[in-house]
């Protein structure tokens, strides 16, 4: 199997998704068998409300993104598998603060990643079975401190084979450790069984999705607005396997820790894009040609 990591040199709007969908329906086109994966994501039931009101007619939960993924690759496995790792976040409820006389602390509170969680799933492949684990953020859904959605939620944690409270940052950080690893590389091993060509598109400007994924990368692009950098795989090894060895934590690893290192690269432009480009993948796929051809050249 080919392996292709795109990752984005920006924490936001990098373009990932974008150059994801173009390569996967560009390769699709020419006859090449491709899967989409996004191990881990988060998004928006507000601001991503279309994919919300997908995830609650379906009784699921995974992001936008691996949703356009799907629809560019035509992938028949489960969105849960595309999309091992999802976290459903909502912006505060300014009414509970008010109500409270605590709109000065929501200003403090609005910073923290964590205040903003309702849920998150993770799935993993055991025995041939699909195995779905919620964490539930018990203090937001409890105190009504984000916007949420009763009815999806309860539907949501009926439908998992297990269904775990949190209430604090340490305790989310603690159960990615524990579960993180195993449903990612459990995912991906059913996507290499099926797919010739796998396109792995990683989270915000994070460089190491899984170890495991990284070192069977075989083509790595970057990402950022006008720009796709596509870098020679075996020296970006080398550049995470350099930091690690200095003590850097792989996961938490940065577009900005590595880029500094690497010497061995080929600069490609991206060409300014429509909505209406965005939404047909066929032109999508047209419009950045150029880098299809390029990614096609390297998988020969």
């Avoid at 055991?126 to 779905?132: L, P, T, Y």
């Avoid at 084979?161 to 949190?166: R, S, T």
């Amino acid at each position: 199997m080919h392996s292709i990591f795109i990752f984005g040199f920006l924490p936001y709007s990098s373009g990932k998704t974008v150059v994801s969908t173009a390569l996967a329906r560009g390769l699709l086109n020419r006859g090449v068998r491709v899967g989409v994966f996004k191990p881990r994501s988060g998004h928006s039931m507000w601001y991503q409300y279309d994919a919300f009101l997908k995830c609650k007619s379906e009784g699921k939960l995974f992001c936008e993104d691996i949703i356009k993924l799907k629809e560019a690759s035509k992938c028949s496995l489960p969105y849960e598998i595309l999309n091992p790792i999802d976290a459903l976040m909502s912006p505060l409820n300014l009414e509970t603060f008010l109500k409270l006389n605590l709109v000065d602390w929501m200003y403090t509170f609005e910073r923290e990643v964590f205040n903003h969680l309702l849920v998150e799933r993770y799935t993993m492949i055991r025995s041939g079975e699909i195995i779905n684990t919620l964490l539930l953020n018990e203090v937001n859904l409890r105190e009504k401190l984000v916007l949420r959605d009763e009815e999806y939620i309860d539907n949501l944690s009926k439908s998992m084979n297990k269904v775990i409270p949190i209430h604090n940052v340490n305790e989310w950080n603690s159960y990615y450790e524990k579960l993180a690893s195993k449903s990612i590389c459990s995912c991906y091993s059913k996507l290499k069984e099926k797919y010739e060509t796998l396109i792995i598109e990683g989270f915000n400007d994070a460089i190491v999705p899984e170890l495991k994924l990284i070192y069977e990368t075989e083509i790595v692009i970057g990402v950022s607005p006008s720009t796709a950098i596509l870098y020679e795989a075996n020296e970006f090894k080398r550049v995470i396997d350099g930091l690690i060895s200095l003590g850097s934590n792989a996961k938490t690893l940065r577009s900005k820790d590595i880029i500094k290192f690497t010497r061995k690269y080929e600069i490609l432009k991206i060409p300014p894009l429509s909505d209406k480009d965005l939404k047909d993948y066929d032109t999508l796929a047209l419009k950045l040609e150029k880098l299809v051809d390029e990614i096609l050249l390297h998988l020969k």
